[in-house]
T-cell receptor, first 115, second 112 residues
């Protein structure tokens, strides 16, 4: 059974640029969620994808967008990067319909720094 | 916004002692989960307790849930240096789909 893998592990971007982060879900999981974790804070829910459609979104602007592919892998795209976007971005996979009844599997995250 | 608050924010104990962390939340939940995070990396799922459960055990972990007080506690018994990490509670809200709403975390340091 494979876990959740994220790439890249670290990334430095300039304000105004665009970035794409990638995630491969755990085998057997059909739902992927993305979280943003600022330094010293708990993770904040960005959005969730199920069957390639967004089915839940947190309080993030439209410049945060995502995709889920048929193999359940996912991308997080952020346009027009701002300094406050600097954070650890976490991907989590789960099995929809279980209300997270078995917990979520998280990847190790991508540390994004915007300068 | 954060759903819950965790208490204490930081905790330092000696190896072999027990560590207790508390979590409070604001709205009705489906379940509550505890996660561990080492050095700002990925989160590791520790234990899940459903809203109709009051106590759950897993190895050295004991979790309690009081839905009337909207609070939970995580007890780690016989702590080890390897338990040093940040611990977060996260709730799945009633009618909130599958998303997790995290607390602010407790930083635990276990010293030799």
């Amino acid at each position: 059974e494979t876990g959740v893998t994220q790439s890249p592990t670290h990334l430095i971007k300039t304000r105004g640029q665009q970035v794409t982060l990638r995630c491969s879900s755990q085998s057997g999981h059909n739902t992927v969620s993305w979280y943003q974790q600022a330094l010293g804070q708990g993770p904040q829910f960005i959005f969730q994808y199920y069957r390639e459609e967004e089915n839940g979104r947190g309080n993030f602007p439209p410049r945060f967008s995502g995709l889920q592919f048929p193999n359940y892998s996912s991308e997080l795209n952020v346009n027009a990067l701002e300094l406050d976007d600097s954070a650890l971005y976490l991907c989590a996979s789960s099995l929809e319909g279980t209300r997270g009844a078995y917990g979520y599997t998280f990847g190790s995250g991508t540390r994004l720094t915007v300068v | 916004s954060q759903q819950g608050e965790e208490d204490p924010q930081a905790l330092s104990i000696q190896e072999g002692e027990n560590a207790t962390m508390n979590c409070s939340y604001k709205t009705s939940i489906n379940n509550l989960q505890w996660y561990r995070q080492n050095s700002g990396r990925g989160l590791v799922h520790l234990i899940l307790i459903r809203s109709n459960e009051r106590e759950k055990h897993s190895g050295r972990l004991r979790v309690t849930l009081d839905t009337s007080k909207k609070s939970s506690s995580l007890l780690i018994t016989a702590s080890r240096a390897a338990d040093t990490a940040s611990y977060f509670c996260a709730t799945v809200l009633t009618g909130g789909g599958n998303k997790l709403t995290f607390g602010t975390g407790t930083q635990l340091k276990v010293e030799l």
